[in-house]
């Protein structure tokens, strides 16, 4: 009931909007963003490779993603979606309880979740990037307290300690990008619109 309560909040119009909007009718109207922001623009959906995963109306994929973030200090390893994803079938109230109302076959997301490790140990929902300036934390549970130290963290590609857990380097989709101070610089003043 909560969930679709939620999904009816539309989020804060931000300069994007306008911008994105004016662009369907004329693609011309990109040219309207200061040099710093239009050069951020190329980069979050090339070479940054940031539209990956952040795209549509929520700059969200709403996937789970493993980006090898760094544990908070004396705090252990967060298995992310693995912590739950075994035992989501069986859920009392999921979808396929004998509570739910939803006719058979229609809880699809739910009745073919991959099981597999590699896709669910250490991996995170891909958080909207709408209003991401406004934030004071970044990371599924703080890491980060600076969005330039967010970038350089996607920018460095660590391999983060999950891959540790089951004998393997990583299991971070991130790869390193060999961006510039410049291009990180031109990259924020994009995010600064979202």
């Not at 200061?34 to 951020?40: E, F, I, T, V, Y």
């Not at 967060?78 to 809880?107: H, T, W």
């Not at 350089?152 to 540790?164: K, L, T, W």
Request: net charge negative; aromatic share 8%.
């Amino acid at each position: 009931m909560i969930a679709a309560f939620e999904e009816t909040l539309l989020p804060n119009a931000t300069a994007w909007d306008s911008i994105a909007k004016e662009a369907a009718r004329d693609p011309n109207a990109l040219r309207q963003l200061p040099d710093s922001a239009l050069r951020g623009f190329d980069l979050f959906s090339g070479k940054a490779r940031c539209s990956s995963c952040h795209s549509g109306p929520f700059l969200t994929d709403g996937d789970f993603h493993n980006t090898g973030m760094p544990e908070r200090d004396g705090a252990t390893i967060d298995m992310g979606r693995q912590a739950v994803v075994a035992q989501l079938k069986y859920r009392e109230f999921s979808c396929l309880s004998i509570y739910s109302d939803a006719p058979n076959g229609e809880c699809p997301k739910v009745e073919y979740l991959s099981l597999a490790m590699e896709r669910a140990l250490g991996t995170f929902k891909t958080p909207s990037l709408r209003g991401v300036t406004q934030r004071t934390v970044f990371g599924h549970s703080g890491q980060f307290t600076t969005l330039e130290d967010m970038l350089n963290h996607y920018n460095d590609a660590p391999q983060g300690a999950h891959g540790r857990l089951v004998g393997q380097s990583t299991l971070s989709e991130l790869v390193p990008l060999g961006l510039s101070p410049a291009d990180l610089s031109d990259l924020r003043a994009f995010l600064d619109l979202l």
